[in-house]
Structures are given as C-alpha cells and as structure tokens.
C-alpha cells in the first residue's frame, strides 16, 4: 500500500473520531427549551423553529450551490459553458436581493408581534387569580418569597401546576437572570429594580432553574429547583414551609453573605421584607422610594409640612428644609 493511501485511511480516521467524540459529548446535551411545559415556553420554542426554518430558507440552497456550481464548473467537465468575460446578471441580482428581503421581512414581522405576544409582564389570560411569588437573586443563591402564604424558601421554588404565577424579581447585590428553560423567558434580576414575569407550568415536574447571568465566583452553583405540584401536593408544600422557622433579619443577613446555601424552607417572613430589599433598606437605614419622595418634595413644596391631612388635623408637621 503507498504512503498517499494510509494518509488518506488515516485522515478519513480521524474525522470519524471526531464526528464520534462530538455525538458522544452531545448526548449528554438536554434540549430542554424544545421541551417546554408551559404556554409561553411553547409559543418561544415554535418562535424558535420559524425563525429557524425561515432562514434555512437561504443556507441550505446556497450549500447546495456551492457543491453543485464547484462540480459542474471542474476543470474536466469540457460540457460546461466557459466564460472568462461574464460580470453580470439582473436575474442572478433580482434573485440574492429580493429573497433576503423578503426574508428580513417577514423575521422583522414575526419579531414585532412575539416581542409584544410575550411580553414578560403581560397578563397569561387564566380564570384564577395568579400566584404571587417575589423572587430575589443574593451571592448565589435564590429567595423565593410568598407573601400570600407567609412562607419562603431557597434554590426551591414550588409552584401549582395550572395556575398563572405573577413573579416580582430583583437582586441584593449584582445582576443576574432569572431563567427555568423548559418554563420559558429569561429576565433580568437588579439592585434597586424591579422586574415582573408572568409563567405557568401546564405539567407536574422538576425542572431546572438557573441564574443564565454570570455574576462572579460560585455562579456555577447557583442553581434551583422549580417544581410544579398539583394542588395538593403545593398545599402539602406549603403546610412543610410553615413548620419550619422565621426568616428574620439575622437570618435574611447571613443569606446576604457570599457563599452557596442549601435548599432551606421559612416558616414565617416579615412583611414588606422584599420591598426593602428593592429600596435597600433591608438592613436598616432610609429606604430610597422614601428618599426620592422627600427629594420631590423638597423640590416642589419647598418649606411646607411633609404631611397636611386637614382630616386627621397635621398628623406630622415636620417641616422640609428647602
């Protein structure tokens, strides 16, 4: 056998092994986002597969041509048309112009209505009232509060199958997002800003819940668990939560510190808990909503009491410096 042989068996070698480490690797992948258990996760996965096939509309013919043009065109075929001097063409520029408008088009078409279709904070039209969940992102971990429950919970989030959740989320510290694939949509998490979510989860399930945002050492922990329970089972899970103990501000405290956390269940949260966390007066000091409030009326009512109520007669006449 010649030399040129075993180089060309040992090339063809080689792309088979790596075709065969790259089929290897890629079975571990789980294609979670095109298995959504939810409506908005469904309607971004056939988001997904339209925009997909559409610009497959262009790839695989101009693939195709290549192989064909290099074919037809080789140095052996003498039946192919040789001609050195040709330089244009109003069919050939008719056709790569106007396909890819259209393309653009339609993608730009599909693009606007989904990002108003689904809208983070638009409404999932539902008979139930949504659950409220106030979800805040600490140094790496995730607290989930339930302030109509009085409970809350970490890197555990629990949820009725069936019934919309409305989520309030912000962040203690740095930006992170807030994302179950197989639920659908990724939203930002940030200090001093609040941003809302609606999802639901149409099947019973764990699925996986992450933070898709780097945000320092130990990201790659910071992780959670969404489970989606039949109303019994969220009952039952709720019911757990309030046997254990308090979230208090010493507790709330260590949470802040840098560092992983168990999956941890609270008994009890203090109310309005998550709201200071947004105006970052969780751990004492002016809360900045009442900050900018004093600020505007500083600024508008220069000298006059911060409180008139002629009803209840001044109930603070504290007077604003201006």
Not at 226 to 239: G, I, P, S
Request: charged residues 15%; positive net charge.
């Amino acid at each position: 056998m010649r030399i040129s042989d075993w180089a060309g068996k040992a090339k063809l070698a080689s792309r088979v092994g790596l075709l065969t480490l790259a089929a290897v690797l890629l079975s571990g992948c789980d294609y979670v986002v095109m298995d959504p258990k939810g409506p908005v996760g469904e309607a971004e996965k056939n988001l997904i597969l339209l925009a997909t096939g559409i610009m497959l509309l262009v790839v695989v013919p101009v693939i195709i041509m290549a192989v064909a043009f290099a074919w037809k065109y080789r140095a052996s075929n003498t039946k192919a048309t040789y001609a050195p001097d040709w330089h244009h063409s109003n069919t050939i520029e008719a056709v790569v112009w106007t396909i890819p408008v259209l393309i653009i088009l339609v993608l730009g078409t599909v693009t606007w209505i989904t990002s108003h279709s689904l809208d983070p904070r638009k409404e999932i039209p539902s008979a139930e009232k949504p659950l409220e969940v106030e979800v805040v992102s600490l140094d790496w971990k995730w607290l989930f509060i339930y302030p109509e429950q009085g409970v809350a919970s970490v890197n555990e989030l629990a949820v009725p199958v069936g019934r919309t959740v409305h989520f309030k989320l912000t962040s203690s510290g740095v930006m992170n997002a807030f994302f179950v694939p197989q639920l659908g949509t990724q939203v930002y998490t940030m200090s001093g800003m609040q941003s809302q979510l609606n999802l639901r989860a149409d099947h019973p399930g764990t699925y996986m819940g992450i933070s898709a945002n780097y945000s320092g050492r130990g990201f790659a922990d910071m992780h959670f668990a969404a489970k989606a329970l039949d109303t019994a089972a969220f009952k039952a899970w709720v019911a757990k939560a309030k046997a254990a103990g308090p979230l208090s501000n010493a507790e709330y405290a260590a949470l802040m510190k840098q560092g992983t956390h168990p999956v941890t269940a609270y008994g009890s949260v203090e109310e309005g808990l998550f709201h200071r966390i947004l105006n970052r007066c969780a751990m004492g000091g002016v809360c900045t909503d009442d900050a900018v409030a004093m600020a505007n009326m500083k600024a508008t009512a220069p000298g006059k009491p911060i409180c008139d109520d002629p009803a209840k007669k001044a109930v603070n006449t504290k007077q604003i410096k201006g």
